[in-house]
């Protein structure tokens, strides 16, 4: 009996994931608030910087709301999804986060499994527990995929359903095959390698704590770059940019995705 109920646990499961998969395919962007209910002002503690950030890594079109939207987007805003992060209740001394995705009628299509931490600090609480949430979004293998119009839908089951006539019955079945959709796979520009013998001087950046983060600078001097804790050691998040600075070995990386190209280059950066 055991056996048969976690069995049936098991496929109901992957039955929910599937349809879940499903629905979140057939949206084209993800749109992120400026600012969420549980948090005064805009950008609290960079919170909605990370989600667009990491829906975009996941690979999800992901924009923040008060960006320029595409052309097909401006058009029909049911082409996207909204994102909603919330606080959840409950739980001793633990930050709880939840991510939800909403239609244009504002239905929820998708939840995420709940992020959590006992991280006291709320800046590397809300980050540490948002990124947990992620997990769920990063395993769905997201891949865009339109829905088909209710006429060819209609048409398409008409010609199912209909059966062959007698006289017919020496005329070729012909079934066309629906075309694939070519996946567009990200270039990724490397500037400097860290790999690479190079003459080229380097210019030092120096870093600069300031609240939640460093101020980068350079020689002159002159702000190059703000740059935030991310919870996770030797990694940080640029400010006002899809970006990140982490360290590879010896060096410190800068790497940035404008949608369609990574571009990584090697910073000189002391602390």
């Keep these: ?17 599937a349809y879940s998969q499903k629905n979140i395919n057939n949206y084209k962007y993800i749109i992120v608030p400026t600012s969420f209910d549980f948090l005064k002002g805009k950008d ?3 919170l909605n910087s990370l989600t667009e950030f990491l829906f975009n890594k996941y690979g999800y079109t992901a924009i923040m709301q008060d960006e320029t939207l595409p052309e097909d987007l401006n058009g ?17 001394l633990k930050t709880k986060i939840q991510i939800d995705l909403l239609d244009c009628n ?9 992020g959590e931490t006992r991280e006291k600090n709320y800046s590397k609480a ?8 992620f997990v769920t979004y990063q395993g769905l293998s997201y891949t865009y995929q339109p829905i088909k119009s209710s006429v060819n ?13 007698e006289k017919d019955d020496s ?7 629906a075309i694939p959709q070519k996946k567009v796979e990200s270039e990724v520009v490397m500037t400097s390698s ?25 020689t002159t001097p002159k702000k190059v770059m703000i740059l935030y804790y991310s919870g996770i050691p030797d990694t940080f998040i640029v400010k006002d940019r899809d970006a990140i600075v982490y360290k590879k070995g010896d060096l410190w990386i800068l790497s940035e995705n404008n949608g369609s190209t990574l571009k990584e280059e090697v910073v000189n950066l002391k602390f």
């Design 1 to 17: 009996m055991n056996k048969l109920l976690f069995l049936f646990v098991i496929v109901f499961i992957c039955n929910f994931n």
């Design 44 to 46: 609290k503690f960079q």
């Design 76 to 92: 029909n805003r049911c082409l996207a999804l909204y994102a909603n992060v919330h606080k959840l209740k409950g739980g001793l």
């Design 106 to 114: 504002e239905q929820l299509v998708h939840s995420s499994r709940i």
């Design 126 to 133: 809300y980050n540490l527990a948002l990124r947990d949430a």
């Design 153 to 165: 839908s209609q048409n398409n089951q008409i010609d199912i359903k209909q059966p062959v006539s």
């Design 171 to 177: 005329k070729p079945v012909v079934v066309v095959a």
């Design 194 to 218: 860290p790999t690479t013998n190079t003459n080229e001087i380097i210019e030092v950046l120096y870093a600069q704590p300031i609240d939640n983060g460093f101020q980068i600078i350079d």
